[in-house]
């Protein structure tokens, strides 16, 4: 994928964009917060993984913060990699590394041949576009569920005017999240690889559907159940509930010739698999799927099947002003929550008027079965028996995110990062 982006738009050699990365494998970087904190939970997984250990790991203990870091079995691969382009990680050395990890695996051990590597390819797929107040809104489509999703939320909401609402009023948590369950019920129900499943994407966003279901969200009391509903073009499918963990990243970028990049990638759980091959994690993005296969005798759109692609939440969004211009790019972290954290950050721009930073800033809203889940700690969190007494418990729990984002305001592009975890926003 990567390779595929650059020839396409990249400007700089090849080999040039792996410099920064063989330096940091090479000669180190400090371990922070927030890594010595995710080491530490992974450590009772890795008594099996030695591998992992002989990195991350000193004196038999996780390395604390303040502690250099060296990978230097990456920096040798990134090299290759750099010189020889994706067939070095596709075909050869790092293929055999790769089926050896997978065949050897302590636990689950499975296989993965050097065929099916070298028959991998990435597809470029349309962007998903939609309308919200004046602006246009693009992202990622099946098999991310985000920008269906996303979008969906916004046209149930649009009906309403949240900006004379304001952030601070009770009842714009409660529409947002009556929004919220009613694309969600649509998402579990009819999101997967387009390529295996029919999904109805313009069928979710068609505008006369997104009000039919607006219309079902009462600005005074929240819903017994929420249902998915039929848009046009849907055939029959059963709920697809997945299980996402939070083990991605996000980054926004512009250059200088206003090229706009918002990308999500992701190794599933925390450190993927456990498994490492020439000082990298391996991914476990089988668990993005669906692991029963049908449901009330219907088939299930996301379960695993042979080449296909699996579920994910991923929302990386390009937002275009009423001219067609591009003025904000944005996306998260965050498993199942990336689609209500980029959700919340949109609505606090377009509707509430803030900056790009306030808005990420914003406190995180989800579910918990019947439950809110608001961020603790948070102005919403105090607002939390306010928005109960629509009639669907809200409490306060742990929300936490990795938004960032890039807007443009007065003639330049200004970064905004999220507050709740490591990052840094640069301006033009």
């Known amino acids: 994928l990567l390779a595929k982006a650059h020839q396409k738009w990249g400007r700089l050699p090849w080999a040039e964009l792996f410099v920064p990365a063989i330096r940091l494998a090479r000669d180190g970087f400090v371990v922070g917060d927030a890594l010595e904190t995710a080491l530490q939970r992974a450590a009772p997984l890795w008594s099996d993984f030695p591998d992992a250990r002989a990195v991350y790991w ?7 913060v303040g502690t250099t870091l060296t990978n230097p079995v990456l920096a040798v691969f990134l090299e290759r990699l750099a010189a020889q382009g994706p067939s070095a990680f596709y075909a050869g050395a790092n293929a055999v590394a790769i089926t050896d990890a997978v065949a050897q695996a302590p636990v689950n051990a499975a296989t993965i041949t050097e065929e099916d590597l070298a028959s991998y390819s990435a597809m470029e797929r349309n962007a998903v576009c939609s309308h919200y107040r004046s602006f246009t809104l693009c992202g990622m489509g099946p098999p991310s569920s985000g920008a269906t999703t996303v979008f969906q939320i916004l046209g149930m909401l649009e009906r309403f005017d949240l900006a004379k ?46 009000r039919a279901r607006s219309m079902l969200i009462s600005p005074t009391h929240a819903r017994a159940s929420y249902a998915p509903g039929t848009p046009p073009g849907a055939r029959r499918r059963t709920l697809a509930v997945q299980r996402e963990v939070p083990g991605t990243t996000h980054f926004v970028a512009v250059d200088g010739n206003g090229d706009v990049v918002s990308m999500t990638s992701t190794v599933e759980g925390p450190f993927g698999s456990q498994l490492m091959a020439n000082g990298y994690f391996l991914n476990n993005e089988l668990t993005d799927f669906t692991f029963a296969p049908e449901k009330d005798s219907a088939p299930v759109a996301n379960r695993v099947q042979a080449g296909k692609r699996p579920l994910s939440s991923m929302s990386p969004t390009i937002v275009y002003d ?13 498993g199942k929550r990336i689609i209500m954290h980029v959700t919340k950050a949109l609505i606090g721009m377009i509707d509430f008027g803030l900056s790009a930073q306030d808005a990420i800033a914003l406190p995180n809203i989800f579910m918990d079965g019947d439950d809110i889940v608001v961020e603790q700690g948070t102005w919403l969190a105090d607002m939390a028996p306010a928005l109960s007494a629509f009639g669907r418990h809200a409490k306060a729990g742990v929300a936490s995110s990795k ?17 709740r975890s490591p990052g840094l926003a640069l301006s033009q």
């Open 58 to 64: 000193r004196d038999g203990a996780p390395v604390p």
């Open 165 to 210: 609402m304001g952030k601070n009023n009770p009842r714009s948590w409660h529409l947002i999240s009556e929004a919220m369950r009613l694309a969600y019920a649509d998402r579990e129900k009819y999101l997967g690889d387009r390529n295996f499943v029919d999904v109805p994407v313009a069928g979710l966003l068609d505008p006369a559907y997104m």
């Open 322 to 334: 009423a001219a067609g211009k591009p003025v904000l790019a944005i996306g998260s972290a965050g």
């Open 403 to 419: 938004l960032n984002a890039v807007q443009y305001v007065d003639g330049h592009w200004v970064g905004a990062a999220d507050p």
